[in-house]
C-alpha cells in the first residue's frame, strides 16, 4: 500500500493544516499517513481561544522510525509538510525527508512553509522562519507558499505581476523544481491569483475573490493538498494546478453560499474530483 506522509497541524473542530488536506488526498483515492505536529480544538483566528499542544520533535522522530521498522518508507509515495510547532519540529521533517529518500528516491517532498500572515499576525515559535527559508525550503521538490512566505525565501519585494515572475524564477534556483504560490493578493483585488513555476515557465490563473465577513482558514492547506494529489494521480504540473484551483473553488463556493466560516470540505466534495468551475491558466 503506497501511501503519503502529512506532516502538519490538526484541529478537533473544523478544517485546517492535516484536518484540511487528509480527507481531499483521500478522496481523490490516495492513502494518507498524517503526523500532527500539533493538535488543537480549532483554529487560532477564533476570538475565544483555542486548547490543545504542539508534540515535540521527537514524537514525530519516533512515528517514523515506527513506519521504517515495518518498512512502509520505501512505499511513501510524497511527504507534504505545513504548520510546524517548532524549529526542532523543522528539523523532523528534514530527517524525515532524507529517511524516506533512502528508501524511495522518486518521493517527492511538497513544503508548504508556513510562516504566518502579516494581516493576522505571526504566530510562529522562534527560529520557525529561518529554518524554513535556510533548511527546509532548499531541499524541497516543490513549495506552496503565499505571496508573503514567496518574498520571504527569494529576499524579493512582490508588488506586481512582473516582480511575482521574477521571485519564482528566483526561487527555482535555490532548491525546488516546482512553485505554487498559492496566493498573490498584490496582483488584483476583485480576483484570486495564484502562479506556477516550472522549468518550462510561469502560469497565472485567476478566479474570482468571494466576499467572506470571516475568511476562511485551512484554503491554502487544501490546494497543497489537492495540487500533491493531482501530481501522484498523474496529472502535469499545469493539469494539478488547474485542478487545485478549480476543486478549491468549489469548496470556497458551496462554504459562502452556506454562509459558513469553516470550509464545508464534506459538503463539496464531490467537487474535490470533478469541479464544476473550469478556470484556466495562461502562460506569461
Known amino acids: 500500500m503506497k ?11 473544523g478544517h485546517a493544516g492535516n484536518s484540511s488536506a487528509v480527507f481531499p488526498l483521500q478522496r481523490l483515492g490516495l492513502e494518507v499517513w498524517p503526523i500532527h505536529t500539533v493538535q488543537f480544538s480549532n483554529h487560532t483566528q477564533y476570538k475565544q481561544g483555542w486548547t490543545g499542544r504542539a508534540f515535540s520533535a521527537n514524537d514525530i522522530n519516533e512515528l517514523v522510525d515506527g513506519m521504517a521498522n515495518i518498512g512502509k518508507l520505501a512505499d511513501c509515495q510524497a511527504i507534504l509538510s505545513g504548520y510546524q510547532g517548532s524549529a526542532e519540529q523543522c528539523q523532523a521533517v528534514i530527517n524525515t525527508v532524507k529517511k524516506v529518500k533512502v528508501e524511495n528516491p522518486h518521493a517527492l517532498y511538497v513544503c508548504d512553509p508556513v510562516m504566518g500572515d502579516p494581516e493576522k499576525g505571526c504566530i510562529l515559535a522562534e527560529g520557525i522562519t529561518e529554518q524554513l527559508i535556510n533548511d527546509v525550503m532548499p531541499i524541497a521538490d516543490i513549495i506552496v507558499p503565499n505571496q508573503f512566505e514567496l518574498a520571504q525565501f527569494t529576499q524579493m519585494d512582490i508588488n506586481n505581476l512582473e516582480q511575482a515572475k521574477q521571485a519564482c524564477e528566483k526561487a527555482l534556483t535555490l532548491g525546488p ?4 504560490v498559492k496566493h498573490l493578493h498584490s496582483i488584483a483585488d476583485d480576483t484570486f491569483s495564484m502562479m506556477l513555476a516550472t522549468q518550462s515557465g510561469c502560469y497565472l490563473i485567476q478566479r474570482p475573490q468571494l466576499d467572506f465577513s470571516l475568511q476562511p482558514v485551512g484554503v491554502g492547506d487544501l490546494i497543497s493538498a489537492l495540487f500533491t494529489g493531482g501530481l501522484l494521480k498523474g496529472m502535469s504540473a499545469l493539469e494539478a494546478f488547474e485542478h487545485a484551483t478549480n476543486a478549491s473553488f468549489g469548496v470556497l463556493k458551496l462554504t459562502h453560499k452556506m454562509a459558513q466560516w469553516e470550509l464545508q470540505t464534506i459538503a463539496a466534495q464531490d467537487e474535490l474530483v470533478n469541479p464544476t468551475h473550469l478556470f484556466n491558466a495562461i502562460k506569461l
Open 177 to 180: 523544481k516546482i512553485v505554487l
Open 3 to 13: 501511501g503519503i506522509i502529512s506532516i502538519q497541524s490538526h484541529v478537533v473542530f
